[in-house]
């Protein structure tokens, strides 16, 4: 644990942190939840365990941003140019920030989240890195190669800075620093800007720091923390070991933790668990969690989207029970943070596979795997729970169980066909996360039989028409649906009857027959017998009438009536058919030469709204000759489709002198 995470409630769980996770299964935990942060570019961060919240350091817009344990936004401290470093003191209740821009220290009330001082450190100085221990804030500064370590003394009177402390130890970067109240009267130094990756361990108990031991560790370090009992460090690195143990007494490794390539942060809980986390944007998985220590494999997760984790951006809740994980960005307006809730658990993968086609009745095999990062115990069972259509909610039909490698294999004989799906499931634990995958099949049923009468049958306009479905065989279901589509896209598809067939497996309907019509039969199908649709399309003609008026008498020629007209009179033929937006009808003339009918013309017209049409024939008019009209609504051609052809009777005349 490191100062800027250190609290009194941590102490409190330092103590009693074997008594607290020692026995008992986990409950259920919540979901874990990212969040976006306001901050830019994230420098620095520290848990403030005793307020409850967290602090942020945002580079590029020279602020500070307070949230609290959800993510939620509570102060935002502004006017610090270039700010990076954090360190918080649980025993003044303040957070020191290093502003390197502005060449000084600011101190903020943890509490009121405001500034309550400030150190200037000396111009050109660009302080960049803090810590506090004892009533002393110990910070580094310069650059490059002329990089030192320095202090502010707060034990007298009034603040006291002093420079190039570094008890002649020559630094390529300013160093970080990092404390703990458990290691009283010591200072880690770090170079974290060179490959050799030194460490210094400084005695800091005269307030004049002396070397007590350094060592290089062959990397770049990024983040260092202190175990529990404040004896040792835990470092994450570029190079070498990327995570390892080293003892405080004289930097001896201790523990090296296998994972990451490059370690970007690492975090101690209050029980020791160590959480370390990657900055690299293709390395997975990114977050580590050792929670059987270095020699076991760690619980690992994928966290990022296009980056990786932030360095120094790993914290547990003062309790141990969550983990926050700021993410790396420096080029948006936010920055990402999750919020583990269960983070000692290892994550479980499911996996399920089966044949894409089966036969119902016949044994199918469904296999897949249960992973994680350390391997589930062999025997581990899983729930199998099978979904079809005679258990639309889903049946239990037994477990499976992992074997060595994680692998599960079993049997089932569908008793029902259709689509049927299986669910594994592992039900998680103290350990190991919930997990579940399934797998569909399509199993296979018989045909079955339907039937639907008057296909391509042709009725008067306006007649009802029964319509007849006929249902073979099935299983258990007995439903027929009944649909009418009139046609045109103003009339749409409508279920007009749904019910169980009768004992012979009928099933009608009356259609009122204004329009050709697409009747549909349907049958859902059961389990053990497939859907099928059927469809019937019966035609309606329209009402189609013809009169002729002007004519000054009525005789037959024949066994035919004939209307007599005046040469100079010209005949009115009125049409009556039943009307439809746009509709038209076709007059047709033919006239009788030498007792055969020839046509002498045809043309449309447009009908009323009242679907009445009255065209007058004009003259001059030949005698003698007998003549014949009729009106007709051709599909199609009469400016719609939604009936069929239909001719009105002929009517005859004849012009006389």
């Known amino acids: 644990m490191r100062t800027r995470r250190i609290s009194t409630a941590t102490a409190f769980a330092v103590l009693f942190s074997s008594v607290v996770l020692v026995g008992g299964s986990a409950s259920t935990a919540a979901a874990d939840s990212r969040v976006q942060v306001p901050v830019t570019w994230l420098s620095d961060s520290v848990l403030d365990g005793a307020n409850q919240r967290l602090f942020l350091s945002d580079r590029s817009s ?16 502004t006017g610090l140019p270039g700010v990076t470093d954090l360190a918080l003191s649980a025993e003044t209740n303040t957070l020191y920030a290093a502003v390197p821009y502005a060449d000084k220290i600011v101190a903020v009330d943890a509490s009121k989240l405001r500034v309550t001082a400030e150190y200037p450190t000396g111009e050109g100085t660009k302080p960049s890195t803090v810590a506090y221990a004892d009533g002393r804030i ?85 983040d260092v923390d202190f175990t529990p009992d404040g004896q040792n460090i835990v ?20 523990r090296v933790f296998r994972g990451p390539k490059e370690g970007a942060s690492i975090a101690v809980a209050p029980d020791g668990t160590v959480a370390t986390g990657t900055a690299d ?83 199918l095999t469904v296999s897949g795997r249960t992973s994680a990062s350390l391997p589930l115990p062999a025997g581990t069972q899983l729930a199998v729970v099978r979904t079809d259509m005679e258990s639309p909610k889903g049946k239990a039909i037994g477990s499976a169980k ?20 299986y669910k594994v499931t592992f039900a998680g634990n103290g350990s190991y996360t919930k997990s579940a995958a399934s797998a569909s099949v399509a199993v296979s049923r018989a045909a079955v039989s339907l039937k639907l009468n008057r296909n391509k ?40 009857k749904k019910a169980k067939v009768n004992s012979k497996g009928n099933l009608s309907v009356t259609v009122n027959m204004k329009r050709d019509t697409t009747v549909t039969a349907v049958f859902a199908g059961d389990a053990r017998y497939a859907p099928k649709t059927v469809k019937s399309t019966a035609y309606a003609k329209v009402n189609a009438s013809l009169k ?10 024949g066994k035919t009536s004939y209307a007599y007209y005046s040469k100079k009179k010209n005949p009115d033929f009125t049409t009556n058919m039943t009307y439809h ?75 006389t002198k």
Do not use: C
């Open 457 to 496: 049958a042709l009725y008067a306009y306006n007649k009802n028409v029964s319509f007849t479905a006929t249902l073979g065989k099935t299983h258990k279901n007995r439903v027929v649906e009944l649909w009418a589509d009139p046609f045109g896209a103003d009339k749409p598809k409508k279920l007009v």
């Open 281 to 363: 944007w293709f390395e997975a998985p990114d977050l580590y969690v050792y929670t059987r220590g270095a020699g076991q494999t760690g619980s690992t997760r994928n966290l990022h989207d296009t980056t990786g984790l932030a360095e120094r951006g790993l914290h547990w809740s003062p309790d141990g029970t969550k983990l926050f994980a700021l993410h790396d960005t420096h080029s948006g307006p936010t920055t990402p943070m999750t919020i583990l809730t269960a983070p000692r658990s290892y994550v479980t993968t499911t996996t399920a596979s089966a044949p894409a086609k089966a036969t119902r009745g016949k044994a």
């Open 138 to 222: 110990w910070f580094g500064h310069g650059e490059n190669w002329d990089s030192a370590l320095g202090s502010v003394d707060l034990t007298g009177a009034e603040p006291v800075v002093e420079l190039d402390q570094g008890a002649g130890f020559n630094w390529s970067t300013p160093p970080t620093l990092h404390t703990d109240p458990l290691a009283a009267g010591t200072l880690v130094a770090v170079d974290s800007g060179i490959s050799n990756g030194p460490i210094v361990v400084y005695d800091i108990t005269t307030g004049v720091p002396a070397i007590r031991v350094h060592e290089n560790t062959d990397g770049f370090i990024r």
């Open 548 to 557: 002729l008026s002007k004519h000054y008498k009525t005789a037959k020629i």
């Open 581 to 655: 937006k746009g509709r038209k009808h076709l007059l047709t003339l033919q006239l009788n030469y030498q007792g055969t009918w020839y046509d002498a013309g045809q043309q449309y017209f447009g009908l009323g709204s009242s679907g009445k049409s009255i065209v007058t024939l004009e003259g001059p008019h030949d005698v003698g000759y007998k003549m014949r009209v009729r009106t007709s609504y051709i599909n199609g051609s009469s400016g719609d489709s939604v009936n069929s052809t239909t001719h009105s009777a002929w009517k005859y005349f004849i012009f």
């Open 62 to 77: 020279g602020k500070i941003v307070a949230s609290d344990f959800s993510g939620r936004t509570l102060a935002t401290i």
């Open 235 to 254: 470092v994450a690195g570029r190079r070498g070991p990327s995570v390892a143990e080293y003892r405080l007494s004289d930097l001896a490794e201790q």
């Open 402 to 421: 992992v074997d060595a490698k994680g692998k599960y294999t079993f049997k089932d004989t569908p008793p029902a066909g259709g689509k049927v799906t």
